[in-house]
């Protein structure tokens, strides 16, 4: 399911790469499929307008416009405020206070709050070496503080008893003063599900919180959630001093906008991430990671530095080192840097690393070929010496008996020229320029190039 | 909120004091039940349920399906929150213009209904209107009502339990969206019918979920079948398929573990169970129910996918609209499989459970979206 975020942010990607400038107008066009996007993977719709407010605001400014590779700026962007959304590093549990430090869950039915109690009870023994004592405060859903009980036997902590009659403000107290007693390091305090919008309940985790004073106060969300998570998270964010936010069933295939909004809405960093059925499959939360894989971004940046690397440095110092003495960029060099894109498995090799292309329908693939570059080497191996070196000499017959020896028609020859115009063009400006930054003004002339031939992906 | 469907003003009936005893409980529930037996008809909505105040009883008229975009909606719906949340639109928006078109589609993504549905409905409105259909914003809301009823009307169709004996119902899902819950409500629900319920704990793997279904058993005096934790689920629901073939019962109701859909160790032995049930009838289980979580977004699709292909859902069970989600995704779902909405949760009382009607359901969505998202 993040594929398919991933797919459509990277068509997006892929769509600003083809163009030498981006205008306002492509902007908007891609913020749109941004939105889309993040809708699509159910981030709320607030958080969405705000997101993509942001990006909007950075990308009309000087920042993307004025860069050399406008669609990478944007891209970079909107992966830059994903990130800042999302938070940089994880945070850990903050237990610093005199034992007891008590943590309190709180979420709506069905979060997954006692399973993430047993699971953390666990990750703080085992790891934290902590002592820790969990108490079920849940006196509504039939057999809650038995399914603790069971839970707490697995992972070998202490459990203070509780009953279905009792008050759940008494019970969390009687829970703490046991676990200042028994000098236990962590108490975990279990509640009940409940709504947000149901008034009592919400008073009564109030009351509960106020009268044991937890350190953490941790929200508990299913990753599956969609719009509602703002609500959801809103409201429980103006009822209680939520510390940190839990992400459970994130094993799912959901594409987690929810972790998107709830961050958003709470501003509370998301602290630890339930991925299983079993009570150690509970992971600290690295936010980086999570926007990565949510944009999908991680696949598309490192195909990018393989296309760098790639590229066969020798033979473009080679080119550069022509410009500047002013050479003319004739028909040869256009070949060699076609026959590096080649080089560089193909078109078809590219695409299978991007994010998502797997799942295009076979028309989309299909087009996305490399005979378009190996009929443009083709014409030009059918020029001779001469006339590679000097294209002006292809008049109407020349270029006829060129489109007979490729195959082609005259009017792909024509086409080819005209590309081959273009990129002459910037060359020649090039080497007015100096050097300064001349290999990378390169790179982006072989997009340009890539961006013209019909159905060709833009390379970057 | 689908405020309407709730029995009573939220401020009546917390749905449990604080102080609640366990005991203290379960006459609560009889008491609700005894104010809501009559209404637990199949339609929803002629049933306003006595408790309710005399302007929610009021709202909920829902007009013969035959003639919806006709009569006034105002007058219709006044009172209503529904009502409220139009009147709000109209007040900001009383022309047709796109703005209001804006606001409807914000309406719908933020009900979870999905961005290219919502643009979808919302840009066939749009034709229309420029083509002048509409005589007013009321007329426009209408048709998209209209729409959206039409879109869900198939998959309102109610279970029926009486072609077989013991009927079979398998419940399954993912972790936490109310399987056992549903099935106690659903145990509740065919008891009252007069018809004898056998349960069975088919969750052996959630600690104490054996306890919670056996809680739920009690409080409707239904027997339970159980073998206790970690038992093997298949062989839990056999047995109790067989007790409740040599009891005569009319109705046997399975629980199953909460699994997600993507574990396939897990999903496998769902297929088990459905299997080693046809032993003894090889049309069971006559009914698969799958229980969907109604905050739920986009995901739910993949969900009821899998599953379908796992165990072949029957029929779906959408909980949790008691809250401020909307569970939109239903239309995502009766688009792409078509799937019998079966019922609604709408809280956690034993009749908290409802036969899914459409034009209900799209009323709910429709209005509390609307002025609550700016």
């Known amino acids: ?460 | 909120m689908l405020k309407f469907w709730k029995k009573k003003p939220a401020e009546t009936a917390p749905p449990a004091p604080a102080a609640g005893q366990p005991a203290t409980e379960v006459v609560h529930d009889l008491d609700a039940a005894g104010l809501e037996r009559e209404p637990l008809g199949e339609a929803l909505a002629e049933t306003p349920a006595p408790a309710d105040t005399a302007a929610e009883h009021e709202r909920f008229r829902a007009p013969p399906p035959a003639e919806p975009a006709r009569r006034g909606w105002r007058e219709r719906l006044s009172g209503s929150a529904f009502a409220r949340g139009l009147s709000a639109l109209f007040v900001r928006h009383p022309k047709l213009d796109d703005e209001l078109l804006d606001e409807l589609e914000t309406t719908l993504i933020t009900a979870d209904v999905g961005v290219e549905a919502s643009t979808a409905l919302v840009e066939g409105l749009r034709k229309r209107m420029h083509k002048r259909e509409f005589a007013d914003a009321g007329a426009l809301l209408a048709a998209l009502r209209q729409e959206l009823v039409a879109q869900l009307g198939p998959v309102q169709r109610p279970l029926d339990i009486s072609g077989h004996r013991p009927f079979v119902v398998l419940t399954v899902g993912i972790n936490g969206v109310g399987k056992t819950t549903t099935i106690g409500k659903l145990a509740r629900r065919w008891r009252d019918e007069g018809r004898q319920v056998i349960l069975a704990a088919g969750d052996t793997f959630r600690a104490a979920a054996v306890e919670q279904l056996k809680t739920w058993g009690a409080r409707n005096q239904v027997p339970v079948i159980a073998q206790g934790q970690d038992a093997d689920a298949a062989s839990v629901i056999f047995d109790a398929l067989q007790a409740a073939r040599s009891r005569g019962a009319d109705v046997l109701v399975a629980d199953t573990a909460g699994r997600l859909h993507t574990q396939g160790g897990l999903m496998d032995e769902l297929s088990k169970i459905a299997r080693v049930l046809k032993k003894l009838d090889p049309e069971a289980p006559h009914e698969v129910l799958m229980v969907i979580d109604g905050t739920t977004g986009q995901n739910a699709v993949s969900q009821v996918r899998q599953f379908r292909q796992i165990v072949g859902v029957t029929g779906l069970v959408v909980t949790k609209l008691d809250g401020t989600a909307k569970g939109g995704v239903v239309f995502a779902l009766a688009r792409e499989f078509g799937l019998p909405i079966r019922f609604v949760g709408l809280g956690e009382q034993a009749t908290d459970l409802r036969a899914f009607d459409a034009e209900a359901y799209v009323d709910g969505l429709l209005p509390a979206g609307l002025g609550g998202h700016d």
């Open chain 1, 1 to 460: 399911m993040f594929e398919s975020l991933s797919q459509r942010l990277s068509a997006t990607v892929n769509r600003l790469r083809g163009r030498g400038r981006l205008t306002e107008e492509n902007i908007r066009e891609s913020l749109r499929e941004v939105r889309i996007a993040l809708l699509e993977a159910d981030v709320a719709l607030p958080v969405v307008q705000a997101l993509v407010e942001r990006v909007k605001a950075r990308a009309v400014g000087q920042e993307v416009l004025k860069s050399l590779t406008p669609g990478q700026a944007l891209v970079k962007v909107v992966s830059d405020e994903l990130t800042a959304l999302m938070g940089t590093v994880n945070t850990e549990l903050n237990l610093a206070a005199t034992p007891p430090a008590v943590v309190l869950m709180a979420g709506l039915q069905g979060a997954g709050k006692t399973t993430t109690v047993a699971k953390l009870a666990r990750f703080l023994t085992e790891r934290k070496k902590k002592k820790v004592m969990v108490v079920s405060c849940d006196v509504y859903r039939p057999a809650a503080i038995e399914q603790l009980r069971t839970l707490a036997g697995q992972v070998g902590v202490k459990f203070f008893p509780s009953e279905a009659g009792q008050d759940p403000v008494e019970i969390a107290r009687n829970a703490v003063a046991a676990a200042r007693r028994e000098v236990v390091d962590v108490l975990l305090v279990d509640t009940a599900g409940r709504l947000h919008v149901d008034a009592a309940m919400m008073a009564e985790i109030k009351a509960l919180h106020a009268a044991i004073a937890p350190v953490e106060t941790l929200f508990v969300v299913d990753s599956m959630t969609g719009q509602d998570a703002a609500n959801t998270a809103k409201a429980f964010s103006e009822a209680l001093p939520l510390t940190g936010v839990v992400l459970t069933k994130t094993d799912g295939d959901a594409r987690g906008g929810a972790a998107l909004s709830v961050r958003y809405v709470t501003g509370r960093p998301i602290k630890f991430l339930g991925a299983g059925e079993k009570t150690d499959a509970l992971e600290p939360f690295h936010p980086d990671r999570v926007a990565q894989r949510i944009l999908g971004m991680g696949d598309v940046l490192s195909l990018v530095e393989e296309v760098e690397r790639k590229v066969d440095q020798e033979k473009a110092q080679k080119l550069a080192e022509k410009v500047i003495k002013g050479k003319r960029f004739d028909l040869n060099d256009m070949r060699d840097q076609l026959e590096q894109m080649t080089n560089m498995g193909g078109l078809a090799g590219l695409m299978d690393k991007l994010p998502g292309v797997s799942s295009l329908p076979d028309s989309v693939k299909s087009k996305v070929n490399d005979g378009e570059i190996k009929r443009m080497i083709a014409i030009i191996q059918s020029m001779t010496r001469k006339e590679r070196r000097h294209p002006d000499l292809l008049n109407g017959s020349r270029r006829a008996r060129v489109a007979r020896g490729s195959g082609t028609q005259p009017a792909d020859v024509n086409r080819l020229l005209k590309q081959y115009m273009q990129m002459e063009k910037m060359m020649s400006k090039l080497s007015k320029g100096g050097s300064k930054g001349l290999l990378r003004q390169m790179r982006g002339a072989m997009r340009g190039m890539g961006g013209m031939g019909g159905g060709l992906p833009p390379m970057r």
